[in-house]
């Protein structure tokens, strides 16, 4: 039995690819726009967007050709082709502004430029334009359904956008850099004040402005105490029961130390 079942599969594999081919090679865009349905509703993205890339321009004018441009894009977005779906989806949106499918495409042109964005140490520009794009469907589609996936994304990127700041300012920390670090966690709290990655800037901040104090001349030293110690209070005025209040105390009671033979 298991021996006819196989046989059966591989007859009805080779049928199918071989009708594939036949459309493939056809020259007739409607049958090939018809089998790229069937491939599309069967999972079968790439032989789906193949045919409806041949049926594309010769149905132009035809009454399936919405229905072919939003599904010749959702496959390339299946496919993991960010880039030539977003096109496809965009074109749509410009063909088609009164669809019933126009917000939905509107939708993946957000994901698309979100599945593009790497992580937060790389180049984010595509994130820049996701939320620019994002900023868009929200003002046009403010009680749409994709609305919470929208706002998730949203965040999502806006954290990576945070996180390579606060990275960048740690690194000049972690370097030594200390004026530069306390200067950049300064900018950080301007351009992301109300960041989860707060509590751990303002920490470093302080153990940025307490090691230049700790490390300066003699003729710098009291004034940049002076300074950390503000930072100190600041960070525990805002974070009284953060995990790094242990490390904090001990570094600012240097400080004081310092203070007092200066």
Request: hydrophobic share 35%.
């Given at each position: 039995?298991?021996?006819?079942?196989?046989?059966l599969?591989?007859?009805f594999?080779?049928v199918s690819c071989?009708?594939?081919?036949?459309?493939l090679n056809?020259?007739n865009p409607?049958?090939q726009y018809?089998?790229?349905?069937k491939?599309?509703?069967?999972?079968?993205?790439?032989?789906?967007?193949?045919l409806?890339?041949?049926?594309?321009?010769p149905?132009?004018t035809?009454?399936?050709?919405e229905?072919?441009?939003?599904?010749?894009?959702k496959?390339?977005?299946?496919?993991?082709q960010?880039h030539?779906?977003?096109y496809?989806?965009?074109?749509?949106?410009?063909?088609f502004?009164?669809?019933?499918?126009?917000?939905?495409?509107?939708?993946?042109?957000?994901?698309c430029?979100?599945?593009?964005?790497?992580?937060?140490?790389?180049?984010?520009?595509?994130g820049?334009?996701?939320?620019e794009?994002?900023?868009?469907?929200?003002r046009?589609?403010?009680?749409?359904?994709?609305?919470?996936?929208i706002?998730?994304?949203?965040?999502d990127?806006?954290?990576r956008?945070?996180?390579?700041?606060f990275?960048?300012?740690?690194?000049?920390?972690n370097?030594?850099y200390?004026?530069?670090?306390?200067?950049?966690f300064d900018?950080?709290?301007?351009d992301?004040?109300?960041?989860?990655l707060?509590?751990?800037a303002?920490?470093?901040r302080?153990?940025?402005a307490?090691?230049?104090a700790?490390?300066?001349?003699e003729?710098k030293?009291?004034?940049?105490i002076?300074?950390?110690?503000?930072?100190?209070?600041?960070?525990?005025?805002?974070?009284p029961?953060s995990?790094?209040?242990n490390?904090?105390?001990?570094?600012?009671?240097?400080?004081?130390t310092?203070?007092?033979s200066?």
């Amino acid at each position: 039995m298991k021996k006819i079942l196989t046989i059966l599969s591989v007859i009805f594999i080779t049928v199918s690819c071989g009708e594939y081919q036949k459309v493939l090679n056809s020259g007739n865009p409607l049958e090939q726009y018809t089998l790229a349905e069937k491939l599309f509703d069967q999972g079968k993205y790439a032989k789906a967007e193949r045919l409806y890339a041949l049926a594309d321009e010769p149905m132009k004018t035809h009454p399936k050709y919405e229905r072919l441009k939003f599904h010749r894009a959702k496959s390339l977005y299946h496919l993991k082709q960010y880039h030539s779906a977003g096109y496809q989806f965009r074109t749509f949106t410009q063909l088609f502004p009164g669809s019933s499918k126009t917000e939905e495409a509107d939708y993946y042109i957000v994901k698309c430029y979100y599945k593009l964005v790497p992580e937060y140490y790389r180049d984010l520009t595509y994130g820049t334009k996701m939320l620019e794009e994002a900023d868009r469907f929200i003002r046009e589609y403010p009680d749409s359904k994709f609305l919470d996936t929208i706002n998730d994304m949203t965040k999502d990127i806006t954290l990576r956008f945070q996180r390579k700041d606060f990275e960048k300012a740690k690194l000049y920390y972690n370097l030594e850099y200390y004026k530069s670090a306390v200067k950049s966690f300064d900018l950080f709290f301007i351009d992301h004040p109300g960041s989860p990655l707060r509590e751990e800037a303002h920490y470093w901040r302080f153990m940025a402005a307490a090691n230049l104090a700790l490390n300066s001349v003699e003729s710098k030293k009291q004034e940049r105490i002076k300074n950390a110690l503000k930072y100190y209070k600041k960070f525990k005025q805002i974070f009284p029961e953060s995990k790094y209040l242990n490390k904090v105390e001990k570094v600012k009671k240097q400080l004081e130390t310092q203070l007092k033979s200066a």
